[in-house]
C-alpha cells in the first residue's frame, strides 16, 4: 500500500477481549509493517471487566503509534468508535475489530477498491458474492433478514452495513461523527446513512470471516437493533433531525 498517500488510524474497540488483544495487536502490527505505510492504532477499552486494558497497555509499550484508551463504563461499541476517532490522526480512518474474526489483511482490498471505484467509503460486505464466511446458519439468515429490512426503509446502496470492518476519507466521519446518537448495535446503520444522504461514494468489498465465537442470535440484541433502526429511521424521516444538523459542528480542531 505504498501508493496510499498520509497516515491510517486503525481504530479498535475491545470488550473484554483480554484473552486476545495482545495477538491481535501482534497481528496488525505485523501486517501493516508490511503494507509499508504510516499507521497509528488506536484501542479503545469499553469498560471491559477483565485485563484487556492492561494487556493492551503492555502491548503497546516500545510503540509510539499506539495509543490506548479506556472508557470506565461499558457504553457500547459506537460510543468506542467516536472515542477513538476523536484521537486520530490520520487522513483514512480504519474500524477494525480486536477478536481477529475479520484479518486485518483484508484491509488492502478495501484500499484497493477505494482507489479503483474512486469510493469514499469502503465496506466489507457479508453479503457480497465473492465473500467466504465461516459462522452460524441463524447469523446468516438473520443478516439476510436485516439486509431487506434496511433496504425497504432507507433504500441504501448496500447489501450489509453491521460487519465491523470499515474505511473511510478522514473528512467523512468528520462530518458524520458529530451527528452519531446510536451507542450500541444500530450505530453502523446511522453511519451509513448519514454517509449516504451526504452525496459520498460507497463501495462494498468482499471479506473473509471466520467466526469461532459466534453463539445464538439472543432475542436482546435483536429487539436492541430493532430500536436503534427505528431510531435512525424516525430521526431520519420524521424529526428531520440529520439535515437540520450544523455540520461546523464536526470541524477538525
Known amino acids: 500500500m505504498k501508493y496510499i498517500k498520509g497516515q491510517i488510524s486503525v481504530i479498535i474497540p475491545a470488550y473484554n477481549e483480554g484473552n486476545m488483544i495482545a495477538a491481535s495487536l501482534s497481528e496488525t502490527i505485523r501486517v501493516f509493517e508490511e503494507f509499508g505505510c504510516r499507521y497509528e ?6 469498560g471491559s471487566k477483565d485485563d484487556t486494558y492492561n494487556n493492551a497497555l503492555k ?56 482507489r479503483l471505484d474512486e469510493a469514499d467509503v469502503v465496506i ?22 436485516y439486509f431487506f429490512l434496511i433496504k425497504l426503509l432507507f433504500g441504501l446502496p448496500i447489501r450489509d452495513t453491521q460487519t465491523g470492518l470499515k474505511l473511510f476519507k478522514y473528512e467523512v466521519l468528520q462530518k458524520v461523527f458529530p451527528r452519531i446518537l446510536v451507542k ?38 435483536i429487539w436492541t437493533t430493532w430500536r436503534d433502526t427505528m431510531a435512525v429511521w424516525y430521526r431520519t424521516y420524521i424529526l428531520k433531525y440529520y439535515d437540520r444538523f450544523d455540520y461546523r459542528r464536526g470541524k477538525r480542531g
Open 59 to 114: 502491548s503497546a509499550e516500545g510503540h509510539s503509534n499506539i495509543i490506548v484508551k479506556q472508557i470506565k463504563h461499558n457504553r457500547g461499541k459506537g460510543r468506542a468508535l467516536k472515542v477513538g476517532f476523536r484521537l486520530a490522526t490520520g487522513d483514512y480512518i480504519v474500524f477494525l475489530d480486536a477478536d481477529m474474526e475479520l484479518h486485518p489483511a483484508q484491509v488492502q482490498t478495501l484500499f484497493d477498491i477505494m
Open 184 to 221: 450500541a448495535y444500530g450505530y453502523d446503520l446511522e453511519i451509513l446513512v448519514n454517509v449516504h444522504r451526504l452525496g459520498y461514494k460507497i463501495a462494498e468489498a468482499p471479506i473473509v470471516l471466520n467466526s469461532k465465537r459466534y453463539g445464538r442470535v439472543g432475542l436482546e440484541a
Open 124 to 145: 466489507g460486505s457479508k453479503l457480497h458474492p465473492n465473500s467466504r464466511l465461516y459462522y452460524p446458519f441463524d447469523r446468516r439468515i438473520v443478516s439476510r433478514v
Open 41 to 46: 492504532l488506536i484501542v479503545v477499552d469499553d
